[in-house]
């Protein structure tokens, strides 16, 4: 079995050499699905870790995409030994960029620190329609939904969002959050979201709570 | 003197006079304002932004019904007629909605290219990114494509000239900050917004870093800024506010350690420079950028001004503006759905803070470009008001 506390370490540093050599080496010792899961877990400790050096300043955007481009990769060596398992989920997020908005770097940072703190994320992709929102969110039960922009046009979009949340009477089963560049405190007033954040990290500890 | 004589250098002096720090009767009220005037004038997007004519017509228009000071862009941000003759179709023009989007970050060169960038600039742009980024330069009649191309672009170079003549002759209008002063896009912004793109150029600060700091080195400030070194003359262009202009996009991606690294030398060159000949600088900053005041504590008093888009500027005049000149300032969220007596009593309190001894210069928060990212009446509220109020 791995160093767990050295994983935890090297993905908070993102020391990608350091991380790729211990999940490789772990991998070639035939693991259990119980050991995978720890390595799992373990890996998502770093990246909480990624979460509070942005609190902090010492990260950036770029650390932020650099350490989810390592997760997805870290997670893709190991999921062959979870055969189908899963570690546990915190709670479901339907997630994507509003209608008219093409952006997703911003999206994929909060879906990369989302699902490392456990929610099950299910990514709409960009440019998408408010029906489409709703129909996954009531498709998969979800708790969340997550509208990201960066666009000022996309104000107008996630207010047209949450009002088919409502008007499909999903609006009190559901948080939204609403994220990017252009969200103020003003915006989730009008657009009538539960929360807002630039910081992706802030973000999901707001998600975490709601989940509790 | 005609009143449009008087009108142009009573602007050049009110930009000349915040970003020097003095003490001027009114604000300069420059319009952050982009594609939502297009959206307003009864053209659609898709015709205006192929329609020289129709642009000017309504760049005129607007400035007849607002009457800013001075402008971001007369509508030559989005040069889409040359793009299309290169067979660019990376964007899209949505005239329900008045947007025009591009599709972002894509990567137009790999890790290898960056040794090539140093060893041959104009290779790798025509071998690699040109071709890349536009697929009329794949084919066998890219010659053909390209003399099109260069004519396209003769005739925007006409029409960024003519506009400009325009604004300033029968308007007292002043160079508008886009494709009106010089522009400087250093080798960092460079290969963020037009090679590289936002994700790669992430992963390449962490896994090569030292190639991306000898790009950097190697292009410096870019060969536009290197031809406008070789020509200057010493003190600033009185026909002219800022002199040359600056946009902090790349930066975004940046921490405080990262931007020292990688960003500061090419800033600090600029810093450098415009207190050497006594020049203006307008810096556009995306995004909210109060880790990097600390630098801009050091830029050389009189000679910069920092347009902020998220920044609180309350914050930044303490922190910052004994050195730099601010910009900015008025919320677009305000502007779209406040009321006329908010915005106008929100405009007061950002010159009574901000401009009672000098160093303001009042603008949208936000790039404005969308219908609903403003409204017209408090538009001309807020324009009304910042014109007449005397500090």
Redesign the interface.
Known sequence: MADLNLLTKAMGE?D?DQVMSTISDFMASNPSKEDTLKMMNACQQGMAVVGDLFDS???????L??AG?LLTKTIETIKPALKGESSAKVGKMVLGTVQ??????GKNIFKSLAESAGFEVYDLGIDTPPEDFVNKAKEVKADIVGLSGI???A??SMKNTVDSLNSDGLRDKVKVIIGG??V?S??CS?VGADAFT?NAAEGVKICQGWVK | MTDVSKKFQERVQLYKDAARHKKTSRVLNLANIWTWKICNSGYKLSEALFDYDKMEDIVCKFHEKYEFDYYMDYGLRNPLRIADTLGFTDY?I?DD?C?L?????ISYMTEEDYDLIIENYDKFLWTKCMPGRYKNLRGSNAKEMLKKAAQELITYQKFCVQMNSQMEEDYGVPLCLFAGVPSVLNSFETLYLAFRG??A???D???IPDKVKAVCRALGNGRAFEKYKASTQQGTDMHTGPDFSLYLLAH???????FEEFYWPLLKEIFDFVEKYDKIVHIFN???NS?LYDFYKQAPKGHVVVHFE?DDLFKAKKEIGDNVCLCGGM????L??GTKDECVAYAKRLIDELAADGGFIFSQD?????P??CSAANLLAVNKFVQEYRI
């Open positions: 993102l990608e300043g010492e990260y950036f955007v770029g650390d995409i650099y481009e008219g908005d093409l952006h997703d770097i666009l000022t046009l104000s107008e560049n252009l103020t003003d915006l009008f630039t | 899209q949505n909605t947007a989007s591009y599709v972002t970050d936002m994700k150029l992430s992963m600060l962490r896994r975004v991606i940046l921490s405080k350690k990262q995306e995004s909210e880790r998220n919320p677009s969220d305000l779209a759905r936000k790039m404005i470009s969308y609903n990212d």
